[in-house]
């Protein structure tokens, strides 16, 4: 596509993908980071691979035995 294009185009692009870029908020790694570890503590206690998932819903639990004789 950028083949097709004339340079002035191009730049035109980048200049506008910049200003997108540029306008978009921006959170601090630190503050992003401390909400992504309060939200996984807070999730602690529904999360099936922390907790278990119940017998009675497990939905891959066997079915029943093979037995080869």
Same mark, same amino acid.
């Given at each position: 596509m950028a083949r097709d294009m004339a340079e002035k185009d191009i730049l035109k692009m980048e200049l506008?993908?910049?200003?997108?870029?540029? =306008?978009?908020?921006?959170?601090?790694? =630190?503050q992003a980071a401390q909400e992504t570890i309060d939200w996984v503590e807070a999730q602690l206690g529904e999360d099936p691979l922390i907790k278990g998932v119940p017998e009675d819903k497990n939905p891959f639990k066997e079915k029943g035995g093979c037995i080869i004789t």
């Open positions: 506008d993908q910049l200003k997108k870029e540029e =306008s978009t908020p921006r959170t601090a790694v =630190s």
